[in-house]
Every structure is written in structure tokens, then in C-alpha cells.
């Protein structure tokens, strides 16, 4: 049976989702949504999508879409997945869930009532050089004592990964501290227990905060330190220093070293090295085998209740 997917948001992560499904067996794009009619057109015929909208309810009136993926602005993420599975379709939306818990919350418990399967886009789970540490976790041949990770971008204005004005403004709290948060939470295999965090000046033309540090402690004594910047002018990206018991590894994007910098061969860790496509198969492998997948929507809820508790620490100044 081969799963037809609608593909919401036809920007620079919707592309880098069709480039994995070009990779995966029995799934097919049939329809794709975003603003701009002529670039949608434009991608549509890149990737051989035969229907294109504007309009997210058009694609979900379409009977033979089976599944939906949601790379659309943060704000849109909770309501359209919502629509999604009221319309009886499984849907995987990109991180953050949500900007607001009680929202997220929502989006829980539609899905504990449909059944159906509603994953977020949490791909540090997927990503090779996380997934060798989390295998070692599990064999019990390593545990974290600190997770040191660094989230850096010089982003002054309000410009996508590929260099073009976006229409929404992007948060570090919400959307780039939530995959360190849920990340050191599922490598801990322990629920985070303590949050304490700071932040910068307030951009006068962007309204957010430029910088921040998030502190984070796991009920089994792990910790871990993230710093956030939207003000780096340097290596940009996040970067992952694992400090534990018997080793320690650094990860920066799929790349693994230990503490002394030797690489570390991470290519036969799974079936790719492009954590977006794991995460696809991921979310295509539990619709047909019927079970949750890694990164539901349920088990990343946790890591959205820490990011509330921090939002109102800092608006609490």
C-alpha cells in the first residue's frame, strides 16, 4: 500500500522532507501547501506533485491523503494538526508542537482519542550521532553526567535557512531550546526536574530576546547547560558536548568525535545519514505498523511543559 501524503509549508525544511521521501518506498507527495502560489507551483513541478494549494482544508478534503506533514510557521503548528486528525489524517508536524502548552495539550489528547499517529519533528532523536549515544545508553555503556550544548545563529533579521525574508518570527525559546529540552530528556532517560533561565535585551524590531541560558536537571541527577544566540557571528549551528561516566562525545550535526576530537564512524548506525528522512521513516514505519512512534506527540508534551515554566520564569523577569 503505498501512503499519499500532503505536504504543508514549501520552504526550507518542506523541501529538505520531499528530498528524504525521495528516498523512502510506498510513499508518495500528492499534494503541497503554502502561501505563495507560483513558488508552490514552481516545487510542485521539481518533485512531481500533481495538486497544489493554498489552502491547508483543500488538501485535507482530498480522500486518498492518508498522512500530512506540517513545515509551517509556529504559530499554525497546534490548530492545523488538529485539523489534520479531525479530518481523519495521521500527521507529523515539524518542532515546536506548540507556542503555548495548553494548545500542545490539546493536540495530546485528539490524538489519544482518534488513534491515529501524531509525531513532532524532533529530529535530534533521528540524527546518527545521537542515536549512537542513545544505543549506548542503553547498553548500559554510558551515562550522562552533563550535556554542554551551544545553539547559535546571526540572525539580526528575520531571514530564513536559505536566505529569504520569513513571515513569522522565529523564537529560541519555543522552537530552538525545545529539541536540546527534550533531547537531554530522552538521553537521560529521566524527566527533567529542574529549569532555571535568563535571557538578553529584547530586540527592538523584533521583539524577542537575542540570547539566552537554560540550565536543566534530570531526576536522576543529570544536568545540562544551553546557551542560545541569535547574535553569533561564527560557526553557526548546535553543537552537542556529551560528558558521562565512561566517555565523552561531541556531536555537531551528523558528525561524532570523542573528547579528544577522533572521529567517530557513525555511517552504519541506521539505514541514512539525514536525520530528516529517519524521522520521515519513522513516522511512515508506525502508521503501517499501527503503533506510537519515537517523538509522538505525547512524548515530547513533557519537554513543552518545561519551555511554559520557563517562559513564565523570564516574563516573570
Given at each position: 500500500m503505498t501512503i499519499k501524503v500532503a505536504l504543508a509549508g514549501a520552504g526550507a525544511f518542506g523541501i529538505k522532507h520531499l528530498d528524504?521521501?525521495?528516498?523512502?518506498?510506498?510513499?508518495?507527495?500528492?499534494?503541497?501547501i503554502s502561501r505563495d502560489l507560483a513558488k508552490t507551483q514552481e516545487v510542485a513541478d521539481k518533485y512531481g506533485i500533481r495538486h497544489v494549494t493554498t489552502d491547508l482544508a483543500d488538501s485535507l478534503a482530498i480522500k486518498e491523503v492518508d498522512a500530512v506533514i506540517l513545515c509551517t510557521p509556529t504559530q499554525m503548528?497546534?490548530?492545523?494538526?488538529?485539523a489534520c486528525m479531525e479530518a481523519g489524517k495521521h500527521v507529523q508536524v515539524e518542532i515546536p508542537l506548540c507556542d503555548i502548552l495548553s494548545e500542545g495539550q490539546a493536540v495530546v489528547?485528539?490524538?489519544?482519542?482518534?488513534?491515529?499517529?501524531?509525531?513532532?519533528?524532533?529530529?535530534?532523536?533521528f540524527n546518527p550521532s545521537h542515536q549512537f549515544v542513545h544505543?549506548?545508553?542503553?547498553?548500559?555503556?554510558?551515562?550522562i553526567q552533563q550535556m554542554d550544548v551551544q545553539t547559535y545563529f546571526f540572525r539580526r533579521t528575520n531571514m530564513n535557512a536559505l536566505g529569504q525574508?520569513?513571515?513569522?518570527t522565529d523564537h529560541l525559546l519555543w522552537h530552538h531550546a525545545a529539541h536540546t529540552v527534550d533531547l537531554f530528556?530522552?538521553?537521560a532517560g529521566s524527566p527533567i526536574v529542574r529549569a532555571n533561565a535568563v535571557q538578553g535585551p529584547i530586540h527592538k524590531d523584533l521583539g524577542i530576546a537575542m540570547d539566552m541560558s537554560i540550565?536543566?536537571?534530570a531526576a536522576n541527577g543529570a544536568i545540562c547547560t544551553l546557551s542560545l544566540s541569535f547574535n553569533n557571528d561564527g560557526p553557526l549551528g548546535t553543537f552537542f558536548r556529551y560528558i558521562g561516566d565512561t566517555a565523552t562525545y561531541i556531536a555537531r550535526y551528523d558528525d561524532l568525535v570523542n573528547g579528544k576530537e577522533e572521529k567517530i564512524d557513525v555511517s552504519k548506525v541506521d539505514v541514512s545519514m539525514n536525520g530528516i528522512e529517519l524521522q520521515d521513516r519513522e513516522f511512515f514505519a508506525a502508521i503501517r505498523e499501527g503503533r506510537e512512534p519515537n517523538a509522538s506527540v505525547a512524548q515530547v508534551l513533557p519537554c513543552y511543559q518545561v519551555l511554559h515554566d520557563l517562559e513564565l520564569q523570564l516574563n516573570a523577569g
Open positions: 528524504g521521501i525521495k528516498n523512502i518506498p510506498g510513499v508518495e507527495v500528492v499534494s503541497l503548528h497546534a490548530s492545523q494538526s488538529i489528547d485528539l490524538q489519544k482519542q482518534t488513534g491515529l499517529v501524531a509525531m513532532c519533528g524532533h529530529t535530534r532523536r544505543k549506548k545508553i542503553e547498553a548500559g555503556e554510558f551515562n525574508p520569513r513571515s513569522w530528556a530522552y538521553q540550565q536543566l536537571q
